[in-house]
């Protein structure tokens, strides 16, 4: 079940908070909707439970805290707006993806696929799903892991009826199960036809928590608007005309001059009112959709001076039965929240000013009353587990009514911080599968080998190029080569189409910027940099031959560092590519740090090295020989001198240094988000 405790938002300029002092609960087995118009917060809501937006308050899954569960994909499925996945990737990889980062064996994918009816569209890429078939497609990423509690925000939002009914019929089916399922809808009358409960916010308040026969009943009938200077006298006279007619009519104070008339008709209110000399302002037909309370929301926005302070906590009004006494507004009582789980819950605030034709209500009846909560100064102790002692109020008689003092308050609930996105249990399987599930690596690849070869093949005919840089098809104009801006255009997309498409972020909000993660993107990176690097040198010497001869396509008599250089080049390309794009979240970002090793820190390594100098480091090759007395196996100090040296280039210097600064950066990042 979900236990949701005071969640408020964090108060924005100069306006009231989105969400204010928000307490629920969802059971298991069975569907609970959180309803509202738009703006009434009910996404704010959601983001506060997963631990996406920062506020204060606390949700227990199951009783514990999500960030508290070791795999929160494991335990809540979340379907918040569209599939956050690359449109080129196909339905059946995308779910494979998701597979390798929850730990679920890859088959599962295949069998949510089944259950949501997207079997014949498995090879079908995600850019060109239609609404009915992404929503499918969300539920399914949401069910992958066979999670215990589904949370979704509108999810039958733009669906045809019959798609609509279908999805229904599948949260349905989860809950019969024991799940529990919790979603978000502005719709009154599909909530009530859907939920078991319906949770109902108005403005970002708890206005009702009612069972969805209870809802139906009293917020869900026609009823007839009214609004006139003298509401209370207009009250009387339509109860007493209902008395004398025999009629079923309810008429309910919504504060103010506005009255809900249940039961009546536009044209007897209006006739009554004009017999009477009473002035009317306003007298429509209303659906009733919103129920009582809905008159002030639609009085005018924040800044409307006819509505009750912003500062003030508002009063839950229930309409009375037309039996004849007025309905107990504890008639459905909320479950009640268990204060061994979390003692801070408050308790509600209600009060029942309604009428009916047996109970006409005075006219020098007592307003609404609201209870001032801005005047209150509260502890400001965070701990869940200390709550200030209650004092038990006794209501009036006639009225179910419980009032706070101040004693009773309790300290405002615990802060909520955006937690990070966990990594992938399996990182590296996860990563092969980003990184094979699209083409464009493929297509990078084979662009870049065609330029290369070109390259090598215009370089060739003009002259004047040595053989290595030839076989590598760099030009002395060019800063890189096109393998080693390939290799750094592939790296950047490693983490850039995380930013972009963010597949990890679809329950927790955030890219994760764990270790394990960065070294399997480093390790696929490095293996495709390698690929693309020795390929690129295999198809110029092709080239070269087909073109010019053997001449030109014999292997250099020092292959050896030059190879380890040529690798050691378009590796750390890559390297610099997925680092500068986890670091400032863009591909773009990304292939600008490895465009900046030669145009920017080149020269001044080029500088530093070149510079006027007291002592240089003459004979460093034959000094490292005679240090390494006990020699290595199979020559292996020659590869330690081969990689000194091409570290000692300008090159290599610049792009270690480049890498050491990126490398520094993430760890900073992300030691910094952990410490947040």
């Known amino acids: 079940m979900i236990q949701a405790f005071g969640l408020t938002s964090n108060p924005r300029k100069e306006r009231p908070p989105a969400v204010d002092d928000v307490s629920f609960e969802a059971r298991a087995g069975r569907i609970t909707a959180l309803l509202g118009a738009s703006g ?23 009783g514990r805290p999500l960030h508290r569960i070791a795999h929160p994909s494991r335990e809540v499925g979340v379907l918040l707006g569209d599939v ?18 929850a730990g679920v064996p890859v088959r599962r994918a295949d069998e949510v696929l089944e259950a949501v009816g997207l079997v014949s ?148 209110i209006g006739e009554t009112a004009f017999r009477h000399g009473i002035v009317v302002h306003q007298l429509a037909d209303e659906v009733g959709d919103m129920g009582p309370g809905a008159g002030r929301a639609r009085a005018g926005g924040p800044d409307d001076p006819k509505r009750a302070d912003e500062g003030r906590v508002p009063v839950t009004r229930e309409p009375s039965s037309s039996s004849g006494a007025p309905t107990d507004p504890t008639a459905e009582p909320r479950p009640p929240l268990d204060p061994e789980a979390h003692p801070d819950a408050p308790a509600p605030v209600t009060d029942t000013p309604s009428l009916s034709f047996g109970q006409p209500q005075l006219p020098d009846a007592e307003p609404d009353e609201l209870v001032d909560a801005s005047s209150t100064d509260r502890s400001r102790d965070a701990s869940p587990a200390v709550a200030a002692p209650s004092r038990p109020s006794s209501p009036r008689p006639g009225r179910a009514r419980t009032v706070r003092t101040l004693d009773a308050l309790p300290p405002l609930p615990p802060p909520i911080s955006v937690r990070p996105a966990p990594s992938p249990l399996r990182p590296l399987r996860y990563e092969i599968r980003r990184a094979a599930g699209i083409g464009t690596g493929l297509l990078t690849g084979v662009v870049t080998l065609a330029v290369s070869a070109v390259i090598a093949v215009v370089l060739a005919r003009i002259g004047h190029t040595p053989q290595p840089r030839l076989l590598a098809a760099w030009p002395q104009e060019l800063p890189l080569p096109p393998a080693a801006l390939g290799a750094g255009l592939l790296g950047a997309l490693a983490f850039g189409d995380e930013f972009r498409h963010p597949a990890l ?78 670091v400032f979240r863009s591909t773009t970002a990304g292939l600008a740090a490895v465009g900046a090793v030669p145009l920017l820190v080149v020269p001044v390594v080029h500088r530093l090295v070149n510079g006027p100098s007291v002592r240089t480091a003459a004979g460093l090759p034959a000094r490292l020989r005679e240090t390494l007395v006990p020699r290595w196996p199979f020559g292996g100090e020659r590869y330690l001198e081969g ?34």
């Open 121 to 268: 569209l498995r090879e079908e890429r995600l850019g060109t799903l239609s609404r009915g078939m992404d929503r499918r497609l969300g539920l399914a990423c949401a069910l992958l892991a066979d999670p215990h509690t589904l949370v979704l925000d509108d999810p039958a939002d733009g669906l045809s009826t019959r798609e609509g009914a279908w999805l229904y019929g599948m949260l349905r089916a989860h809950a019969d199960q024991g799940g529990t399922v919790l979603f978000a809808t502005s719709e009154p009358k599909g909530a009530a036809r859907t939920a078991d409960r319906v949770v109902t916010l108005e403005q970002g308040r708890l206005v009702a928590d009612q069972e969805a026969a209870e809802f139906s009943r009293t917020r869900l009938r026609p009823r007839v608007a009214v609004r006139s200077p003298h509401a209370a006298r207009l009250a009387v006279l339509l109860a007493q005309q209902a008395r004398t007619s025999q009629l079923s009519v309810e008429i309910v104070r919504e504060g103010g001059n506005r009255l809900s008339v249940y039961g009546g008709r536009c044209a007897d």
């Open 643 to 676: 990689a000194i040296t091409v570290i000692s280039q300008p090159v290599g210097g610049a792009l270690t240094l480049s890498l050491t600064a990126l490398l520094c950066a993430y760890l900073l990042t992300t030691l910094r988000s952990r410490l947040r």
């Open 40 to 62: 009434a917060g009910k996404t704010t809501v959601l983001r506060l439970m997963l631990e996406l937006q920062q506020g204060r308050g606390i949700t227990h899954f199951r």
């Open 505 to 582: 972020a679809a329950d927790r909000g955030t890219v994760p910027r764990r270790l394990g993660l960065l070294a399997a993107k480093l390790l696929v990176s490095s293996a495709t940099a390698l690929v693309l690097a020795v390929l690129t040198v295999g198809c110029d010497a092709e080239a070269l031959y087909l073109v010019y001869g053997r001449e030109l396509a014999q292997v250099p008599a020092d292959w050896l560092p030059l190879g380890a250089s040529w690798i050691g080049l378009v590796v750390g390309c890559a390297w610099a590519g997925v680092l500068a794009a986890g």
């Open 84 to 101: 956050p996945g690359h449109p080129a990737r196909t339905v059946r990889g995308h779910l494979r993806m998701l597979c390798a980062a």
